[in-house]
Nanobody, 119 residues
Framework: QVQLVESGGGSVQAGGSLRLSCAAS????????LGWFRQAPGKEREVVAR????????YHSDSVKGRFTISRNNAKNTVYLQMNSLEAEDTAVYYC????????????WGQGTQVTVSS
């Protein structure tokens, strides 16, 4: 099992940047793929980006591609989401999640961090 704690959320004007961090504890960090998800009021939760346990492959949703970048530091047990050129539509609660490598279920979740972008 892993425990996940997000940080770095806040309020920013459109066009600005934020970096989210998610610190993990528990099991061996590289045994887990990590993902960032978000949920805006009245909308379903959606995947924003994910990265493999080794960090060699990543995926970004079309809505954030070119603006957001997921990365991880396995030595620090931390995954990051660098968010640039933020838009009002990016306003949401952002969640970090983990799943065992080769499994499909995102079994572990952080508590979420609010990101608010004002236009």
């Amino acid at each position: 099992q892993v425990q996940l704690v997000e940080s770095g959320g806040g309020s920013v004007q459109a066009g600005g940047s934020l970096r989210l961090s998610c610190a993990a504890s528990g099991d061996r960090f590289s045994n887990y793929d990590l993902g960032w998800f978000r949920q805006a009021p009245g909308k379903e939760r959606e995947v924003v980006a994910r990265i493999t346990g080794s960090g060699t492959r990543s995926y970004h949703s079309d809505s954030v591609k070119g603006r957001f970048t997921i990365s991880r530091n396995n030595a620090k047990n931390t995954v990051y989401l660098q968010m640039n050129s933020l838009e009002a539509e990016d306003t949401a609660v952002y969640y970090c999640a983990a799943r065992r490598v080769y499994l499909s279920e995102w079994a572990y979740w952080g508590q979420g961090t609010q990101v608010t972008v004002s236009s």
